[in-house]
């Protein structure tokens, strides 16, 4: 005892002779800068030029904006070289504070619209409509509850000219005359502006015509169960359909649901939870979505089915709207069928008295084929006179524009060369040329686009953009003149009016304005190349640092992924405040962040794209590492032993892939809605980017397992966080709750956030605790308690419970 309680005496003694000197406290991050610049879009004015086209379709006008909050609407006569204010604003404001009795600042005019007869312009206010008359400046204030709107419902599609609207209701098409709104609402919900009402719920007017009578649940005209748009989107009750240039006829797409797979959802934040099914097909599914067309005859009120040997089944980018296409006489319609897995995609013409289809054209890969790249739809065309047909196809290894006759002959290549054409912009039948835009033809980074026009025949090809930066092109619709927004990650948009002809500029329109943006201290990403892990193949990526950069110091890296194939990790190589996956606000903490367009992902060529082809658990992860390796040898400012991984959606798949397939290499994973097994994905993506599915009864496993991310759990070592949202109608919830049963039974430590009633999206909230993750885990720090983020737009943006609108005990809104 003695001996004890002497020992116990002289520990303090021991202990203070072994303690080294203090270790400094540890690190508080500020979040409050890097949230500004989460939320920083809205510090850039006139991003963008957004044309309202008047009625001669050459003439149009937009909205301008300075530093100082001043607001001007400019008329711009493209074939008189002119941009004028449409009204003075001064003159304006002071008739509208007369008549309205209340006061308008001259400098934040509310968002007008010109009228059809361009004599006046009008705007709502609150519970009011005003309306000026611009040669007199004389302004009506009318009660809205007493206004007939001729703008077009939300879920409604406006006719060509402009005479007729048509809308789906109880499973069926109505059309009726534009401008006479007088659907009966229900009373009020009282959550906000929108109204939001059942479509069941609606009493049509008289002068609604019925086009069609056959339409029952799960087998509807124009209208889907919604898998991926959430409750409450403006455009989720807008029928799929398509009017012909002469507004005689709609083509609409009638979605048959009956008998596929049907998918549990659950809502539990009352107080019994509510149960949502929804149509869900997946990689190996004997039924699967389908989809009919059909063209309705307004006058004689007939539709007829067009009459393919099989509906088209769903394709990413080449189904729905997508796969229609009026001739431009409005006298035949055009389809594409795609078979399973994309690897043959067919062009037809439909006569549209009989229904019946001819095959014109085809294109087949023996994975995959991608009519346009970067996730989009569309990229053919047809000619006026319908004997010229554009249509693209990689059988050369790039993705290029072939010439086909109207029974389908090949009259000639385009263009060809080492880039791959982005889309096609515009066809001009008079001059005989094919106005398009490519990524890679010129010299510097591949994936900046440029538009060109080649003649028909494929000669004369000429660059109209010359400038560098990636370039957005809007046509003038009656031709002759286009919009051209052009920008680079560290060069704000400039807006130029110019001349097909041959690219001259006619007119600056607008320059971005970042001095908000700068002034809280904003900087751009950097553009990067590495070679990548066949150390050949150059890639390119973006690298985003702190404001408060200092090259002596070591930082921490995080690379933000999204595998692709149908985009990459940069997925807008034009100017960002954030770039995507809030790669920007995240450097600012205090981390370097890179995003990497790896192999396997888009807009180069055809092997490139291909390049894990049913290995998506190669996830282009193997090329990030390539790349921080480099890098890291390269910046002395590196810390190459604390390296992270984040993405979202196929993002999410991808970082936790890379976590337990390389687990020495990545220290710290965040993955958010990850479409873990793609077994339990949508058979559109799986099956086009995996391959058809393929069981192998005597081994018990297929062609998806060995990348399913659960069969990896065991490899666990460092921290992971997983999020979902328990109402994610497009990844559904289970794949992340299978991965969380692989860890459990493994005995692994990770961490887990489901965020109730929430759709596709991360919330604020799930930005914060991205921040914490990475902060505590890969930075050593400490994250601010309890910070509240700034409200602003959802990663991904979908709605969840910050919108105003969002119900969740209300799963068929239809906005007003």
Same mark, same amino acid.
């Given at each position: ?572 190589? &034009? ?210 308690? &309890? ?30």
């Amino acid at each position: 005892m003695r001996r004890l309680l002497a020992a116990l005496l002289a520990a303090p003694i021991v202990v203070a002779a072994q303690t080294p000197a203090a270790t400094p406290p540890p690190l508080h991050v500020d979040y409050t800068k890097a949230d500004l610049i989460r939320t920083s879009g809205a510090f850039v004015l006139n991003a963008a030029v957004i044309p309202v086209w008047l009625e001669d379709s050459t003439r149009f006008y937009y909205r301008s904006a300075s530093p100082r909050g001043e607001t001007v609407v400019y008329l711009v006569d493209p074939l008189k070289h002119t941009k004028t204010p449409l009204f003075d604003n001064v003159h304006l404001a002071q008739v509208l504070s007369l008549a309205g009795d209340t006061i308008f600042d001259p400098t934040k005019i509310p968002n007008v619209r010109l009228s059809d007869d361009e004599r006046a312009v009008r705007f709502i206010a609150g519970k009011r409509e005003y309306s000026c008359v611009l040669a007199t400046y004389a302004c009506t204030v009318t009660d809205t509850a007493k206004v007939v709107h001729p703008d077009t419902p939300t879920w409604a599609v406006l006719s060509p000219d402009k005479r007729w609207i048509a809308f789906s209701h109880n499973y069926n098409i109505y059309v009726r005359h534009a401008g006479i709104h007088d659907v009966k609402l229900p009373a009020d919900t009282g959550r906000g502006a929108r109204r939001v009402v059942r479509s069941d719920s609606l009493t049509l007017p008289d002068s609604a015509i019925q086009l069609t009578t056959d339409g029952i649940d799960q087998y509807a005209y124009g209208t889907e169960t919604p898998s991926t748009l959430p409750p409450d989107h403006p455009t989720r009750r807008r029928p799929q359909l398509i009017w012909s240039p002469d507004s005689k006829k709609i083509a609409v797409i009638r979605i048959d649901e009956r008998g596929v797979r049907r998918y549990p959802l659950y809502s539990s934040t009352k107080p019994q939870p509510r149960l949502v099914l929804y149509p869900y097909a997946a990689p190996g599914d004997s039924i699967l979505i389908r989809y009919d067309s059909y063209v309705l005859d307004v006058a004689a009120k007939t539709s007829t089915r067009m009459l393919d040997e099989k509906p088209p089944t769903i394709v990413h980018g080449m189904s729905g709207l997508a796969a229609l296409k009026w001739s431009k006489k409005s006298e035949k319609l055009y389809l594409l069928d795609a078979t399973r897995g994309a690897k043959r995609v067919t062009m037809l013409s439909a006569d549209l008295a009989t229904g019946k289809t001819t095959p014109i054209t085809k294109d087949s890969a023996e994975t995959f084929v991608e009519l346009v790249h970067g996730g989009n739809a569309g990229n053919w065309e047809i000619a006026t006179n319908g004997d010229d047909i554009f249509f693209p196809s990689q059988k050369d290894g790039w993705l290029h524009i072939y010439r086909y006759d109207a029974s389908g002959k090949l009259k000639n290549q385009l263009e060809s060369g080492a880039y791959a054409v982005e889309r096609i912009a515009h066809v001009s039948d008079s001059a005989k040329k094919v106005y398009l835009t490519a990524w890679g033809k010129e010299p510097g980074v591949p994936y900046y686009a440029h538009l060109y026009s080649i003649g028909f025949d494929g000669a004369g090809m000429k660059l109209l953009t010359p400038e560098d930066g990636n370039h957005r092109i809007t046509f003038v619709p009656t031709g002759g003149y286009f919009l051209d927004t052009y920008s680079r990650v560290d060069a704000p948009p400039v807006t130029l009016l110019r001349s097909a002809v041959d690219g001259t500029i006619i007119m600056n329109l607008e320059k971005a304005d970042t001095e908000l943006l700068r002034n809280i201290g904003w900087t751009p990403a950097e553009v990067f190349t590495v070679k990548a892990r066949d150390n050949v193949t150059t890639l390119y990526g973006l690298m985003y640092k702190p404001s408060n950069f200092d090259r002596n110091k070591k930082y921490p890296i995080i690379t933000h992924i999204y595998p692709g194939p149908q985009v990459g990790s940069v997925a807008d190589w &034009g100017f960002s405040t954030g770039g995507s996956g809030q790669a920007r606000s995240l450097a600012e903490l205090g981390f370097i962040v890179i995003q990497l367009d790896h192999m396997g992902t888009p807009k180069r060529s055809k092997a490139f794209h291909d390049f894990y082809y049913g290995n998506m658990g190669d996830n282009g992860i193997p090329d990030h590492i390539a790349a921080i390796r480099q890098l890291a040898a390269r910046y002395d400012f590196i810390d190459i032993d604390k390296v992270g991984i984040y993405g979202f959606s196929g993002g999410g798949f991808a970082s936790t892939d890379a976590i337990l397939r390389y687990p020495d290499f990545f220290k710290v994973a965040v993955s958010g809605s990850g479409n873990h097994d793609n077994r339990t994905y949508g058979f559109f993506w799986g099956e086009k980017y995996q391959g058809l599915y393929k069981a192998d009864s005597a081994k018990g496993t297929d062609n998806f397992e060995s990348a399913a991310n659960y069969t990896l759990a065991k490899n666990l070592k460092g921290k992971l966080l997983l999020t979902h949202g328990d109402m994610d109608n497009n990844v559904h919830t289970s794949n992340t709750l299978r991965v969380v049963d692989a860890l459990i039974k493994a005995n692994k430590d990770f961490d887990m956030i489901i965020f109730p009633d929430f759709a596709h999206a991360l919330p604020p909230y799930g930005v914060r605790k991205v921040w914490d993750y990475f902060v505590t885990n890969l930075m050593g720090a400490v994250p601010p308690a &309890g910070y509240q983020m700034i409200v602003g737009p959802t990663v991904a943006g979908v709605a969840g419970p910050d919108d105003p609108d969002f119900d969740p005990d209300n799963p068929d809104p239809w906005p007003m």
